[in-house]
T-cell receptor, first 108, second 113 residues
């Protein structure tokens, strides 16, 4: 099953913070986060692995709660360039499942 | 430049006319996959390939075929397209799956009338 993301959409002013959540009904080996701007391909943000390892951009932070099968992406001091749709992806048995996405809009 | 390329970028076709969307990567990646993106549903995996001659079904494989004869290429074949296959398609590649970022192609917008 697809992971469930919340909220579906969020609107921020520049400088505000946001949290995007991702949860799965199945045990997770890792969680991927990607951002997609309108009309473009998804772009990698971060991977969180079981056991605590993280790979990704320095300015993005995220958490991975293996027991709760949840991950959260933290966007602090948001900038206009943060606008886009954020997807979490979970991998198991060599296949990849993405959530439906969270649309983030940052306004001046 | 490291990249994933897809062709064509836009395609309008009619029901039942076989078509192929090509995907190629120049990063020597083992893992490649196809996704379709529909409003409100996010990205859904169609097929993936762990290596040459190794392919497997993803979440929504019905109506699609793939092949992986060479490491760099992973074409998506629609033998008899139907209107419900109208969608935005992305090809992606990565060194592996567990713990590796995926690189996405620019997308192919397919309309089946």
């Amino acid at each position: 099953q697809q992971p469930v993301q919340s909220p579906q959409a969020v609107i921020l002013r520049e400088g505000e913070d946001a949290v995007i959540n991702c949860s799965s009904s199945k045990a997770l080996y890792s969680v991927h986060w990607y951002r997609q701007k309108h009309g473009e391909a998804p772009v990698f943000l971060m991977i969180l692995l079981k056991g605590g390892e993280q790979k990704g951009h320095e300015k993005i932070s995220a958490s991975f709660n293996e027991k709760k099968q949840q991950s959260s992406l933290y966007l602090t001091a948001s900038q206009l360039s943060y606008s886009g749709t954020y997807f979490c992806g979970t991998e198991k048995n060599n296949d990849m499942r993405f959530g439906a996405g969270t649309r983030l809009t940052v306004k001046p | 430049e490291a990249q994933v390329t897809q062709n064509p970028r836009y395609l309008i076709t009619v029901t039942g006319k076989k078509l192929t969307v090509t995907c190629s990567q120049n990063m020597n990646h083992e893992y490649m996959s196809w996704y379709r993106q529909d409003p409100g549903l996010g990205l859904r995996q169609i097929y993936y390939s762990m290596n040459v001659e190794v392919t497997d079904k993803g979440d929504v494989p019905e109506g699609y075929k793939v092949s992986r004869k060479e490491k760099r290429n992973f074409p998506l074949i629609l033998e008899s397209p139907s209107p419900n296959q109208t969608s935005l398609y992305f090809c992606a590649s990565s060194l592996g799956l567990v713990g590796y970022e995926q690189y996405f192609g620019p997308g192919t917008r397919l309309t089946v009338t």
